[in-house]
């Protein structure tokens, strides 16, 4: 019943969806590093460096920022390429327990270090534990040909998906960098500096989407 049950709510969930852009996904049929082979067998990673904020524990049990000790924030901003062209995106991600949702220490035994190393192991604690909620959020396709890399994921915007795209030059088969992105929804183009590293990885989450599971939706020829 429990499984019917979820069955239901996942067909309920998909029917509802708004998905934008549909004929501006590249053509489903040349998704993928077939024609410019590029390592998959992990993930990819972008260092950053942000102002943040320590958080400390409250009197109501909860967390809030100290706004009174800035600090220089390590961080990394991971996504995961296929061998059947799709992508997931995770945001980003640090070497601190911010997610106080999942509990790293007791999961992964990891503890807080402002480091490249750590958000690392903190994406790959994640990747270990991913499941698979939505059909299209922060889920895409990508292609790669000759050295160019073009990669596309959906956004959620109050409940309406949108699609975001960023092109790029693949470096070797272990790196790219991404120096254009186009915001479908503000229909806004940016110049952008992404470089991407490999990071071998023995799992990968289910990149199933809602993209190449309704091909016929996306009807882009180019």
């Known amino acids: 019943m429990k499984f019917k049950f979820s069955i239901l ?13 549909k004929r ?4 489903l049929d040349k998704v993928g590093d077939k ?31 100290d706004s009174t ?11 995961t390429l296929h061998k059947d062209g799709t992508l997931l995106t995770f945001g980003i991600s640090t070497g601190f327990q911010e997610n ?15 480091s490249i190393d750590n958000a690392k192991k903190h994406i790959e604690c994640d990747i270990r534990h991913y499941k698979n909620r939505y059909p299209i959020w922060g889920k895409g396709v990508f ?10 994921y959906y956004v959620n915007w109050i409940g309406e998906y949108y699609l975001v795209e960023k092109k790029g030059k693949v470096l070797s088969d272990t790196a790219f960098v991404l120096t254009k992105s186009f915001d479908y929804k503000l229909n806004e183009a940016k110049d952008i500096y992404e470089l991407y590293k ?13 993209i190449l ?7 882009n020829k180019a």
């Open 9 to 21: 709510s996942s067909l309920i969930l998909t029917s509802c969806m708004v998905v934008n852009h």
């Open 100 to 114: 106080h949702a999942f509990d790293y220490a007791a999961t992964c035994e990891l503890q807080d270090s402002n």
């Open 198 to 210: 490999f990071q071998q990885f023995d799992i990968k989450p289910d990149s199933t989407n809602y």
């Open 143 to 152: 292609k790669t040909e000759e050295n160019e890399i073009v990669i596309q």
């Open 69 to 79: 000790k800035p600090y220089l924030q390590k961080q990394i901003r991971p996504l």
């Open 35 to 65: 024609l410019r082979p590029i390592c998959t067998a992990g993930y990819y990673y972008q260092e950053r460096e942000e102002i943040a904020f320590p958080y400390v524990k409250n009197h109501f049990g909860g967390y809030t920022e």
């Open 213 to 219: 599971k309704h091909k016929r939706k996306f009807k």
């Open 24 to 27: 501006h996904v590249i053509n």
